[in-house]
């Protein structure tokens, strides 16, 4: 009897302990009593009935990433390219969750593709392959309204890759490949145009730099030529003042050792002399001198009546 007392004791233990249930973060258990929803539990420590209790659902509330391959779809000019889809979602409802639909990944994939089609649809390629973020806040949009229901919200929506069909692709190839050229060769152009300016403006300063030397060369000629000029000037005059010095003197010592005018007049005589060597052809006597003149002549001739 005790036995059996004790097995029956571990059982309501096990049991007890299996009622038990410890609701992670970021988690929600959907628990349903007798086949019926009964509630949601969130983050903690909760009991269940046992038996008549069960844990229908665990839902991770956390966002979640879902990458779906590629889709086919064609654009309003009957071009047919494939695009991958990437969805951000998070379950903001886990009773929705759980009971809105069957397969909610599934769903919201055919969801994602039907949507996709419909606004590729409506545009053109050019216009698709510029238009990512506009394809992208239309999907999210649209996704977000339809997975109400769910208990899901599309938080993004991003577009991971448009491909186009190959003759499409070799084509833009050749597109981009005319437009890296023609870049080059603008970029060529101006490189070659700002040489062109700057070898032409390296000229100019050069002639500039010639004439500022050849002017500033003139002007130190000048320079040069005019103090030459004034130092000449200045030497024959001191050189004159030096010889009315000169004779100044002479004539200021004449004086002072009793020569009478006579005498300066004889010296006046000696320095016409001098001065008539026959090199000049016109001589400007003085007054004075010309009055020794008819005096020595005078002189001459009454020496020559006593001789007779």
């Not at 009991?47 to 839902?59: E, N």
């Not at 397969?103 to 216009?127: F, S």
């Not at 993004?156 to 070799?170: C, F, G, S, Y």
Request: include cysteine.
């Amino acid at each position: 009897m005790g036995f059996v007392v004790l097995i029956l004791l571990i059982i309501a233990i096990i049991i007890a302990v299996s009622c038990i249930k410890i609701v992670p973060q970021a988690f929600a258990y959907v628990v349903e009593r007798l086949g019926a929803y009964q509630g949601t539990w969130s983050v903690g420590l909760h009991f269940k009935m046992p038996f008549i209790d069960k844990v229908a659902k665990k839902v991770n509330l956390k966002e979640q990433v879902v990458d779906f391959a590629p889709q086919p779809v064609i654009t309003k000019d009957n071009v047919t390219m494939r695009i991958d889809t990437v969805v951000f979602f998070q379950i903001t409802d886990p009773k929705l969750f759980a009971y809105g639909v069957e397969n909610p990944i599934m769903a919201i994939e055919n969801l994602t593709a039907t949507t996709l089609r419909n606004i590729i649809g409506e545009m053109e390629l050019d216009q698709t392959l510029t238009s990512r973020e506009v394809i992208n806040t239309k999907m999210r949009s649209s996704l977000d309204i339809a997975t109400d229901p769910w208990g899901i919200k599309v938080n993004r929506v991003e577009l991971k890759n448009i491909i186009p069909p190959a003759a499409i692709q070799d084509a833009m190839e050749k597109q981009m490949k005319a437009e890296r050229e023609r870049r080059e060769a603008i970029l060529r152009a101006e490189g070659e145009k700002k040489s062109t300016i700057l070898v032409a403006e390296g000229q100019k300063e050069s002639v500039i730099l010639e004439a500022e030397a050849e002017k500033q060369s003139a002007i130190l000629r000048a320079e040069a030529q005019k103090e030459k000029m004034i130092r000449e000037a200045e030497g024959e005059a001191e050189a004159i003042l030096k010889v009315q010095q000169a004779t100044a003197d002479g004539i200021r010592m004449i004086r002072e050792a009793g020569a009478d005018q006579s005498v300066l007049t004889i010296k006046s005589l000696e320095a016409f002399e001098k001065a008539a060597d026959g090199k000049a052809t016109k001589i400007i006597i003085p007054s004075e001198i010309q009055g020794i003149a008819g005096l020595a002549s005078a002189l001459r001739e009454v020496v020559v009546e006593e001789k007779k």
